[in-house]
């Protein structure tokens, strides 16, 4: 195995690791986990195996397995994007209900405020 080859794996170790600790300590969620979990163990498998992004490439008719790797890496990217588009999209909507009912609560806190102002002046003046 190659220095750049053991580097990749080692970096893919990391991540793994890294993502594997960030769940356990509830830094990130399961759901994004997972992504970032597969793109380490990708990036292991093509350090402990070099020849089969050649081959790959070879099989999809990629000229340069570099463009291939680049062109799986913008996917995964692509993928992650959408991913954190509709969770955010998720977010909003439950921010939004989630204003209504605070606004909802401090209608009502106001008006029994009101309420009670009123019936203690009427007390004070019989």
């Known amino acids: 195995m190659t220095g750049g080859f053991g580097l990749a794996l080692a970096g893919a170790s990391l991540v793994v690791l890294t993502i594997f ?6 830094y990130i969620r399961g ?3 997972v992504t ?8 292991a498998l093509m350090a402990l ?8 490439a070879q099989v999809t008719g990629v000229a340069v397995p570099l463009n291939l790797l680049f062109f799986i890496g913008f ?6 994007l959408i991913q954190l588009t509709a969770e955010m999209g998720r977010l909003e ?3 939004l209900r989630v204003a209504e009912e605070a606004a909802l609560l401090r ?6 405020g009101v309420s009670n102002q009123t019936e203690a ?3 004070k003046s019989d």
């Not at 970032?36 to 990036?43: D, M, S, Y």
């Not at 070099?50 to 790959?56: E, F, K, N, T, V």
Request: charged share 30%; aromatic share 6%.
């Open 21 to 26: 600790e960030m769940v356990r300590r509830r």
């Open 31 to 33: 759901r994004f986990a």
């Open 36 to 43: 970032w979990t597969i793109v380490g163990v990708i990036t």
């Open 49 to 56: 195996a070099p020849g089969a992004l050649d081959w790959a």
């Open 75 to 80: 996917l995964g990217l692509l993928l992650i």
């Open 93 to 95: 909507k439950r921010l």
């Open 107 to 112: 209608l009502d806190t106001e008006t029994r």
């Open 121 to 123: 002046k009427t007390l």
